[in-house]
């Protein structure tokens, strides 16, 4: 099984401000590999998929990249909607499986 | 517009039985692969199983495989995940979620149907 392992697991940040967070695979997952983010009481909501791409109404502060076992999430510029749990998923192989999730909080 | 209804959650004793459903409308049904993905209560998502849109293929995560069941009524619109001699570790609000086109990457999600496994 592929482990995904997301880092930080806490961030406290600002609004304005630019954060990077970080997914890394336990094997390559090639690109297949997408970003989701979920607020409390919601389902998750797909950002980026295929570790570049951003989803249908997804802002442009969203941004995806990496290949391989390393990727990132960028958020350019926080808006006090983006405080949230953010998750990443591989599809490269079965199972699929998702990071642990890193919670962006405000400060 | 791609919608997709649970139902089904409950509170069940440990090593009862119980079917979940979800309903599925705004895109071809018999064309595409459906998951369920889980959460337990404060915890991360989990992936439990996928079915192909013919039903033909089938996946399961290692924690579920031999007591929960995926299926699909295409006639139907309706995807179901029996869930078989439950736990209390399967406590979780149950997802069903729908693929970018024919990929594992979840564009569209239900709300959630919660399962509650205790005595």
């Known amino acids: 099984e592929i482990v995904l392992t997301q880092s930080p697991a806490t961030l406290s940040l600002s609004p304005g401000q630019r954060v990077i967070l970080s997914c890394r695979a336990s094997q390559s997952v090639s690109s297949y590999l997408a970003w989701y983010q979920q607020k409390p009481g919601q389902a998750p909501r797909l950002l980026i998929y295929?570790?570049?791409n951003r989803a249908t109404g997804i802002p442009a502060r969203f941004s995806g990249s990496g290949s391989g076992t390393d990727f990132t999430l960028t958020v350019s510029s926080l808006e006090p909607e983006d405080f949230a749990v953010y998750y990443c998923q591989q599809r490269r192989d079965w199972p699929i499986t998702f990071g642990q999730g890193t919670r962006l909080e405000i400060k | 517009e791609v919608q997709l209804l649970e139902s089904g959650g409950d509170l069940v004793q440990p090593g009862r039985s119980l079917i979940l459903s979800c309903a599925a409308s705004g895109f071809t049904f018999n064309r595409d692969a459906m998951t369920w993905v889980r959460q337990a209560p404060g915890k991360g998502l989990e992936w439990v199983s996928f079915i192909s849109g013919d039903g033909g293929g089938k996946y399961y995560a290692d924690s579920v495989k031999g007591r929960f069941i995926i299926s699909r009524d295409n006639s139907k619109n309706t995807v179901y995940l029996q869930l078989n001699t439950l736990r209390a570790e399967d406590t979780a609000t149950y997802y069903c979620?729908?693929?970018?086109?024919?990929?594992?990457?979840?564009?569209?999600w239900g709300q959630g149907t919660l399962v509650t496994v205790s005595s």
């Open positions: 979620a729908k693929g970018r086109g024919d990929t594992s990457s979840y564009e569209s």
């Open positions: 295929d570790a570049s």
